[in-house]
């Protein structure tokens, strides 16, 4: 059975965390208990989870929120920013065949383009410490971070595009395969 048949899709929603489907719900109640949960997490592996890039809990919008005036970024401005990025990236690795985006950096290729400085050096020793990390999440980290930088057209990654690439370890940090 493959790891995608193991997990029941609800909506747009890719995995379940637990049976019920509940798991983390702002406003329902997970039924599962604790060791039912840690089972069903087991379901994906550790080696698996690794090379993915980007872990995002997506949990159901309230009413007031959709309802909502505040206006955000539209959807021109993001696209725009996203062209942006990607013509950096075009001209980053112009000239080298078979890579044309930040994932496909190979690890020589990142420690000459991911950068990072002292702050952002013991920003990411930290969570790879209290995270337990392994050496391709570092590298996931980086290529993701420096993707956020593109977006946010830095030519530095800084520590808060460090940060925001952590926070989308989120299924490391909630104990998945462990």
């Given at each position: 059975?493959?790891?995608?048949?193991?997990?029941?899709?609800?909506?747009?929603?890719a995995?379940q965390?637990?049976?019920?489907?509940?798991?983390?719900?702002?406003?329902?109640?997970?039924?599962?208990?604790?060791?039912?949960?840690?089972?069903?997490?087991?379901?994906?592996?550790?080696?698996?989870?690794?090379?993915?890039?980007?872990?995002?809990?997506?949990?159901?919008?309230?009413?007031?929120?959709?309802?909502?005036?505040?206006?955000?970024e539209?959807?021109?401005?993001?696209?725009?920013?996203?062209?942006?990025?990607?013509?950096?990236?075009?001209?980053?690795?112009?000239?080298?065949?078979?890579?044309?985006?930040?994932?496909?950096?190979?690890?020589?290729?990142?420690?000459e383009?991911?950068v990072?400085?002292?702050?952002?050096?013991?920003?990411?020793?930290?969570?790879?410490?209290?995270?337990?990390?392994?050496?391709?999440?570092?590298?996931?980290?980086?290529k993701?971070?420096r993707?956020?930088?593109?977006?946010?057209?830095?030519?530095?990654?800084?520590?808060?595009?460090?940060?925001?690439?952590?926070?989308?370890?989120?299924?490391?940090?909630?104990?998945w395969?462990?």
């Open positions: 059975m493959g790891v995608y048949q193991r997990f029941r899709p609800i909506g747009k929603k995995t965390v637990c049976p019920c489907g509940y798991f983390n719900h702002p406003e329902k109640e997970c039924t599962c208990s604790p060791i039912m949960v840690q089972r069903y997490l087991n379901k994906i592996s550790g080696p698996l989870l690794d090379r993915i890039d980007l872990h995002v809990e997506v949990t159901p919008v309230a009413f007031s929120e959709l309802s909502s005036t505040k206006t955000s539209n959807s021109d401005a993001v696209r725009e920013r996203v062209i942006k990025a990607r013509e950096k990236q075009a001209l980053r690795f112009e000239g080298q065949t078979d890579v044309y985006c930040n994932a496909q950096m190979s690890s020589k290729t990142l420690k383009i991911c990072i400085n002292n702050v952002g050096q013991n920003l990411l020793k930290t969570a790879m410490d209290r995270l337990n990390l392994s050496a391709r999440a570092y590298d996931r980290i980086l993701v971070s993707t956020i930088a593109d977006l946010a057209d830095s030519d530095d990654i800084k520590p808060e595009h460090l940060a925001e690439a952590i926070q989308y370890r989120s299924l490391d940090r909630e104990g395969a462990g």
